[in-house]
């Protein structure tokens, strides 16, 4: 019994020992010195806001320091005896674009210095060396620094938690551990208390004594890491050090991710602008061209493209007109597909305009039904009308204190281009900085006759332009949309200047024409005329254009006009509906029901047969003219019972049919 309370007791004071251990502090002496040389790094705050909101914001609300403080706090700092600075390489991100463009420490009596030059670097061991210009702080003559440091240790983490000014925190050095890919080095990890913040701060044990530069926090437990000082000593001095690994996703290509890695060298000093310029643009060239050798297999003329090893896929048959457009997308089964968004939300607007939108691939696709007070060219000509437009229903708001204030307008565009897809039609491009969270808006919009289809996201600056610009275009390659309006917005649509916005490939040489007598409609795929006595064709007659995938040798795919429907005195007694669509013969591989509903037009079995037929109080008729490989049909629906004209009607129209 003796011999177990002796044991309990022992325990006891051995845990007592080690809590006494992990409680104690930095003694004053020393925690002053360790501060004295320890440093925020902060940027310029942007100080002008393009956005505007739905209320003033109430700036009041914010915390004093967050309020008044000109500057943005992103990481800390440290000096050690040879003068030099340290922070992560992640802190001043060499190789992203950001929206600040200047760079600073700050002390603790709040003086700030200009980082200038950059005296060595590597970002995969995650350290930066360098200068300050006109240091001059007296009480600052930089830490030393100790490599011989033990498992269970005491450590301190010293840094600028959640960018609120310097703290040191304690805990225990708990192990080391290699590095990922090669071991060449171990890490450091520590159980003392990191933030955001810290990144780049001193880790040093009870002495004050720098054993490690903090550069990362585990998510999922309460293990930091740091790199031990002495690895910045296993990189060359004047060098710089690029090297970074990932998997690069194409948000419409499921079955794969991409290992892509980065692997630059560059000679030092050099200024940080020079540098991160430069960085920045070999990451970019980098990525674009990564981007395009993966890209290559799965465009159109790619051997990972439905057109080489799916020659049968229903793609290739279908008719393509719905309002909101498709996108073709590799499945998890590897079979590509049409997709839209599962769930759209309506928005109304003022003068018959509509936004339907939904989310998809991680960004928002929406379709605008134009106001009829608003032209296509004002949208593709003002990037802000279109923009500030959309706002109401791809919502952002701004978080101030517990309150969250809607952005209502993202102000004038910083960038516009356009892209011409793999399909020759031209999208309008315009991005929008949104300063206070380093982010961008940006937004591919594809004009149509009755509104404009757009593919929008948000992210981080430099994500948006190294990155999400190409997926954005990929995807822009693979929508599949068809073209529809009232004859007015056709027309206007169509009479659009060249030198304004470039006629889509499938509508070159397209034009309607309306006269007191009849309607022309002539495309690049088939020209018919419409008397006025057959249907009463006017500015509000609806109109819809339908587009088929055909395979083709040089470009994989070409677009073809293959589908018209105009639909006139809706809502009347002479309500008339006329069709014309184009089939294609299914390829040996395609689906045996594809395969038969071909077949049926072909073969002119009702209700193809040519002969009238009356049903649900309206009177159709549809003729089938069969050809070597494909097979049109020309229908004409009205209301009501009229048997007696509408075959005459429909084969004046089936006259001037021209199909080319």
Request: with cysteine; hydrophobic share 35%.
């Amino acid at each position: 019994m003796k011999k177990l309370i002796s044991k309990i007791l022992v325990s006891l004071v051995l845990l007592t020992a080690s809590a006494n251990l992990f409680a104690q502090n930095l003694k004053p002496k020393i925690a002053e010195k360790v501060n004295q040389n320890v440093f925020e790094v902060v940027y310029l705050k942007i100080e002008e806001d393009p956005l505007s909101y739905e209320k003033e914001l109430p700036l009041d609300r914010l915390p004093y320091q967050t309020r008044m403080d000109k500057y943005e706090s992103i990481g800390t700092a440290f000096l050690l005896k040879d003068q030099k600075f340290y922070t992560a390489a992640h802190v001043l991100s060499f190789v992203e674009k950001t929206q600040a463009d200047n760079f600073f420490i700050r002390s603790q009596d709040k003086k700030v210095y200009k980082i200038t030059n950059i005296e060595k670097f590597a970002t995969d061991r995650d350290f930066v060396v360098f200068d300050v210009e006109g240091f001059d702080d007296p009480k600052a003559k930089g830490l030393e620094t100790d490599v011989n440091f033990k498992q269970n240790s005491v450590v301190f983490a010293v840094g600028n938690a959640q960018g609120e000014g310097i703290v040191n925190r304690n805990g225990l050095l708990t192990s080391t551990t290699p590095e990922h890919r090669e071991g060449k080095w171990q890490w450091i990890r520590f159980s003392a208390a990191a933030s955001p913040g810290n990144s780049g701060g001193p880790l040093v044990t009870p002495q004050g004594k720098v054993i490690g530069i903090v550069t990362m926090k585990n998510s999922s437990e309460n293990l930091n890491y740091a790199l031990p000082i002495k690895e910045v000593e296993n990189v060359s001095d004047n060098k710089g050090i690029v090297r970074a690994e990932a998997y690069y996703t194409i948000p419409n290509i499921t079955t794969q991710k991409f290992y892509h890695t980065l692997d630059f060298e560059y000679d030092l000093p050099k200024p940080i602008e020079e540098l991160r310029t430069i960085c920045y643009k070999d990451y970019r060239e980098n990525t674009e061209k990564f981007f395009n050798d993966i890209c290559t297999d799965y465009r159109f003329t790619g051997k990972e493209n439905f057109v080489q090893n799916d020659k049968g896929n229903i793609i290739f048959t279908n008719n393509y007109v719905a309002k909101f457009p498709f996108t073709l997308c590799l499945n998890e089964k590897g079979k590509w597909g049409c997709y839209s968004p599962n769930q759209t939300s309506d928005i109304k607007l003022e003068k018959n305009g509509m936004i339907t939108a939904g989310g998809m691939l991680g960004i928002v696709m929406s379709k605008l039904k134009k106001p009829d007070d608003v032209t296509i060219q004002e949208y593709i000509e003002n990037p802000k009308l279109l923009m500030d437009t959309l706002a109401k229903i791809f919502v952002l708001s701004r978080p101030i204190g517990s309150e969250k204030i809607t952005i209502t307008s993202y102000g004038e565009s910083i960038y516009n281009s356009t892209y011409k897809d793999q399909s020759g039609r031209t999208w309008i491009i315009s991005a929008f900085n949104i300063p206070f969270i380093d982010a961008v808006v940006y937004n591919m919009a594809l004009p149509l006759p009755d509104g404009i289809y757009s593919l929008t996201g948000i992210a981080q600056t430099s994500h948006i332009w190294n990155g999400f610009n190409y997926d954005m275009a990929f995807i822009a390659d693979n929508t599949v949309a068809g073209y529809a309006g009232t004859t007015k917005e056709c027309i206007e649509y169509l009479n659009i200047p060249e030198s304004v916005y470039p006629r889509h490939e499938v509508l070159k040489g397209a034009k309607i024409s309306v006269t007191d007598k009849e309607t022309k409609f002539s495309t690049s795929s088939f020209d018919f005329t419409v008397a006025k006595n057959v249907m009463d064709i006017d500015d509000k007659s609806d109109i819809e254009l339908g587009v088929s995938l055909r395979p083709d040798e040089k470009k994989g795919i070409v677009s073809v006009l293959s589908m018209a429907a105009i639909e006139a005195q809706k809502n009347t007694n002479d309500n008339a509906v006329l069709i014309y669509t184009k089939k294609f013969k299914p390829h040996e591989d395609s689906t045996d029901e594809t395969k038969d509903g071909y077949d049926q037009i072909c073969s002119k079995t009702i209700p193809y047969d040519g002969n009238p037929f009356e049903n649900n109080q309206k009177t159709s008729v549809f003729i089938a003219n069969v050809k070597d490989d494909t097979v049109s049909v020309v229908g004409l629906v009205y209301k009501g019972s009229k048997m007696d004209v509408i075959k005459p009607n429909l084969q004046k129209v089936a006259n001037t049919l021209v199909e080319k």
